[in-house]
């Protein structure tokens, strides 16, 4: 039943206008973090590892938690569109598998974006003629991130679940991940949710240890995807969405 439920949720994708924003949002902050590289090039001199602190910046904070609100945003538009929640809430399916349907497809959305991600950073890396290999760290820093990632996608479904305006959670996304920066220079960046994908794929220290350790920052992302988890099944199980 859950199977059936993802491919429903997955049909939504086909031909969709949401597959502009995984292709070109990523491409923005590619090209914002290299200028800022190329134009600090005597000050930011660890080649690769500099390249990437000035791709996180604008990825982690500015681009990424919107772009993943415009997801999940998108995967609850058809919902709150035509009181169509009378249709889903009367369909024979447990309402979790409603819920965990849009996190696992948004969460597919986040890992492909972060192997876009990945890929813009080498060819960026590549046009500015960066000495030596690409970093053999590249492939952790993107896994951690997308675990982040998923932990907004949990955030987000909940807001979008609740909220039946589309822009309304991609600002609340775009706050959060601007709110990161001020969360993080408090040291509680492992206890708020739009920081989390920075802290993996180590924003602000590519060459160094993680700001938490691995166990730490896996922990915290599996209690807010419960947390959010159950919140967003306690809505629909109370709430009349129905009636919306």
Not at 51 to 77: A, D
Not at 79 to 100: G, K
Not at 109 to 132: D, H
Request: hydrophobic share 50%.
């Amino acid at each position: 039943m859950l199977l059936k439920t993802i491919r429903a949720e997955q049909m939504k994708l086909k031909r969709s206008p949401v597959w502009l924003a995984f292709f070109f949002l990523p491409i923005l902050p590619a090209i914002m973090g290299t200028f800022n590289y190329v134009q600090n090039i005597n000050i930011l001199d660890n080649y690769w590892y500099s390249l990437w602190t000035q791709h996180t910046l604008f990825t982690c904070y500015f681009f990424l938690p919107p772009t993943i609100g415009v997801y999940c945003s998108y995967l609850c538009r058809l919902e709150h569109t035509n009181h169509n929640w009378n249709s889903v809430m009367t369909l024979p399916v447990p309402i979790p598998y409603i819920y965990l349907s849009k996190l696992f497809t948004a969460s597919v959305m986040v890992i492909a974006t972060q192997v876009w991600v990945g890929i813009l950073f080498i060819i960026c890396g590549k046009l500015s003629n960066l000495p030596g290999p690409v970093p053999p760290e590249l492939f952790e820093w993107l896994a951690y991130g997308m675990v982040g990632g998923i932990v907004i996608c949990g955030v987000q479904l909940c807001l979008s679940l609740m909220i039946r305006s589309f822009a309304v959670p991609v600002g609340i996304a775009m706050i959060g991940g601007i709110g990161g920066v001020a969360a993080l220079s408090k040291g509680a960046g492992a206890f708020y949710p739009y920081t989390l994908m920075s802290i993996g794929m180590r924003a602000n220290s590519p060459g160094g240890p993680m700001i938490c350790t691995p166990g730490q920052l896996l922990l915290s992302s599996a209690v807010f995807l419960v947390a959010f988890t159950g919140i967003a099944v306690l809505w629909l199980r109370n709430k009349d969405v129905m009636a919306s």
